[in-house]
């Protein structure tokens, strides 16, 4: 097994690559916690040794997306700017994995999770299971493009605008989440199903991931990074820090003409 801070990776003897989020407490990843994922599943893709990939969690839930607080005790712009490129690296890195990735969700999947789960190849959840976007509380947009991927359009943008959650359940009526079952089978259902892939000719599960991938009718990643143009813009008018300070009972400095920071 090896460590990244806050991801464990363990190869398993079948090929199946177990990766464990485990950041209490709640799994909002640091920005070096989004970039030790992404390390983590890029490594994953390269070793030949990968046949498919098991994202899960530990603790009370999947992923609640990035840290707030880290953003708004830290000065100036560059946790905004880390999270956000940690966030698109780690994204990119499950889309782009040269194997399937199967997402084993517990808990809450909210922002950032929604991202992972939404660009992994499978997704599997327990029945306390729920998945939302709250973004736009917090004056931030981002996630769109994969929560798009879980639900029809229409009841993507009701759930994005509103920041309400989704069970998973539901999601299972709309072939996004493939099962649902009790929290302490959720990882026996994982890892059966990588089992079944890591089963197979990884040659042929490779080319099946690229062949998939290049039919996709969305660039997720131009489409992400299109969303983040959008939060930058709050962040630079002083929407986000106005927002994220109320929820996180902090209180950011902001940046004045005497203090361009």
């Not at 994922?37 to 990035?66: E, H, I, M, P, Y």
Request: with cysteine; proline share 4%; charged share 20%.
């Amino acid at each position: 097994m090896t460590t990244r801070g806050a991801v464990t990776s363990e190869l398993r003897d079948e090929g199946i690559r177990v990766v464990t989020m485990d950041q209490p407490p709640v799994n909002a990843l640091s920005v070096q916690g989004w970039f030790e994922l992404a390390a983590t599943l890029d490594f994953a893709s390269a070793d030949q040794r990968t046949k498919v990939v098991v994202l899960r969690a530990t603790g009370r839930g999947f992923n609640a997306g990035v840290d707030i607080k880290e953003m708004q005790t830290t000065s100036g712009f560059d946790a905004l700017v880390g999270a956000n490129r940690g966030c698109f690296a780690a994204f990119k890195a499950v889309y782009e994995c040269s194997v399937p990735v199967i997402a084993a969700v517990h808990g809450f999947c909210l922002g950032g999770g929604v991202g992972l789960a939404g660009n992994s190849d499978v997704v599997v959840a327990s029945e306390d299971a729920y998945f939302g976007v709250p973004e736009v509380n917090q004056g931030a947009l981002g996630a769109a493009t994969h929560l798009a991927r879980l639900v029809p359009e229409h009841l993507m943008r009701t759930l994005y605008f509103t920041a309400r959650t989704i069970p998973a359940a539901e999601l299972v009526t709309h072939g996004s989440v493939y099962a649902v079952v009790p929290r302490d089978q959720l990882d026996d259902l994982a890892l059966e199903l990588a089992a079944d892939v890591a089963a197979k000719d990884t040659r042929v599960i490779r080319a099946a991931k690229a062949a998939l991938n290049g039919i996709d009718p969305v660039d997720v990643n131009r489409s992400y990074r299109f969303e983040q143009g959008f939060t930058f813009e709050l962040n630079l008018s002083g929407v986000s820090d106005e927002l994220r300070d109320a929820f996180a009972g902090t209180s950011k400095a902001r940046p004045t003409e005497e203090d361009p920071r």
